[in-house]
């Protein structure tokens, strides 16, 4: 999948945008002109909307690679952070907690289908660990404390969970909520799920890389590229390099 794109240049065309205003072009930023929800996209203008590679298990990948499965809101901005990290071969955005038959997004934005939109990431633990992977996770992909939303996207299938693949990384997981809520680093309780992960279903092919195609998609400057800014000065040493 996609590696590593220009980071400064992004947020180059995230303030050429954000100048201009998202209302015609006034230079103002009134509340109704904030990007709301991504729209209900049928098909990529290719008219591909399959899932071809079909429901991924909680298998460690080949060659002493792993598996992390997370979900914190739109999927479009968490495939984006992690797939530029150090140690990360590739991210897939996709569909957890569900059943294959409603695996798809139309259905999924009903939230009636028990999906969360998440990202699957098979990276190289001995490059970055899972427990650095869930630093990113809490404090640079989402806000923890969001009960079934982000930002402006509402509904359990925007939840915050972690999907853990086996008993290392649940407690893990389980370890982080734990101290983030003892340390009282966020005003508000964390209200992250952490759940087995049975199947991680791939979402359709224009889901994927959505940021690398479209950096300058109103609701991806007004929402998306700020946590790659953010991920950029928080973990400069994270970043892969070009």
Known sequence: MARRRSIVVALGLAVLVVSAGFAGGTGEQASDAVPMAPPMMEANPAGSNTMDSGSMESEPASDGREVAVLAGGCFWGMEAVFEDLTGVFDVESGYSGGEAATADYRTVSTGRTGHAESVRIVFDPSVISYDTL??????????????????????????SAIFYANDSQRVAAQRHVDQLDQAGVYAQ?????VVPLDRFYPAEEYHQDFIKKNPTYPYVV???????????EAYPDLIAPN
């Open 134 to 159: 869930l630093d990113v996770f809490f404090s640079v992909a989402h806000d923890p404390t969001q009960l079934n939303y982000q930002g402006p996207d509402h509904g359990t299938q925007y939840r």
């Open 189 to 193: 309780p964390v209200v992250t799920q």
């Open 222 to 232: 007004y929402w998306d590229l700020p946590k790659l800014e953010h991920l950029a």
